[in-house]
T-cell receptor
Framework: EAQVTQNPRYLITVTGKKLTVTCSQN?????MSWYRQDPGLGLRQIYY???????DKGDVPEGYKVSRKEKRNFPLILESPSPNQTSLYFC??????????????FGPGTRLTVL | AQKVTQAQTEISVVEKEDVTLDCVYE???????LFWYKQPPSGELVFLIR??????QNEISGRYSWNFQKSTSSFNFTITASQVVDSAVYFC?????????????FGTGTRLTVIP
């Protein structure tokens, strides 16, 4: 089954404790991206990657890191989480380009709470 | 820059009423895509429709219909004969070549509540 998986789905942590949210896709997609969703703000892009070893900042990259060492994985790293990073996080993947059949697949979301 | 505005924060309707969710966008791209996603209470994002900038034909899918008007930069979504299962947050989104074809810019969402 074609899918994007995220782990963990729920996480409660404390300020300053490094964490990683994993994202994996099985569709051989070049493009992967992270978004955060906050009430009243919709979804905002954190980082994206057009292919292995190619990453770039989105609209809200501060406090986050990413890596793309393998095509299927795109982990999101919070080196020193703060309460303002409490949010719902989505990973997405697709083939590169604006083709009419190029659907973007979203993971199920990771709800992160930083105390 | 890309911008999507969903001015309606929350809408409540009684079951079987029709409801229209508004979406207005801004872009300098000549080639772009518009999207609608549904987020039910369970939290996942459900893809509803993608429309490219060269196709202004309205689309109907069951009780759902979409009205794309480039002249007013709008891509409105109508649910006919609403049902309780339509209760969700709906997001309009935009992508375009100038800002990376795959990068989605979302509106702030409209929370629809359908009252039985």
């Amino acid at each position: 089954e074609a899918q994007v998986t995220q782990n963990p789905r729920y996480l409660i942590t404390v300020t300053g404790k490094k964490l990683t949210v994993t994202c994996s896709q099985n569709m051989n997609h070049e493009y992967m991206s992270w978004y955060r969703q906050d009430p009243g703000l919709g979804l905002r892009q954190i980082y994206y990657s057009m292919n292995v070893e190619v990453t770039d900042k989105g609209d809200v990259p501060e406090g986050y890191k990413v890596s793309r060492k393998e095509k299927r994985n795109f982990p999101l790293i919070l080196e020193s989480p703060s309460p303002n990073q409490t949010s719902l996080y989505f990973c997405a993947s697709s083939f590169v380009g604006l083709g009419p059949y190029n659907e973007q697949f979203f993971g199920p979301g990771t709800r992160l709470t930083v105390l | 820059a890309q911008k999507v505005t969903q001015a309606q924060t929350e809408i409540s309707v009684v079951e079987k009423e029709d409801v229209t969710l508004d979406c207005v966008y801004e872009t300098r791209d000549t080639t772009y895509y518009l999207f609608w996603y549904k987020q039910p209470p369970s939290g996942e994002l459900v893809f509803l429709i993608r429309r490219n900038s060269f196709d202004e034909q309205n689309e109907i899918s069951g009780r759902y219909s979409w009205n794309f008007q480039k002249s007013t930069s709008s891509f409105n979504f109508t649910i006919t004969a609403s049902q309780v299962v339509d209760s969700a947050v709906y997001f309009c989104a935009l992508s375009g070549a100038l800002t990376g074809a795959n990068n989605l810019f979302f509106g702030t969402g409209t929370r629809l509540t359908v009252i039985p």
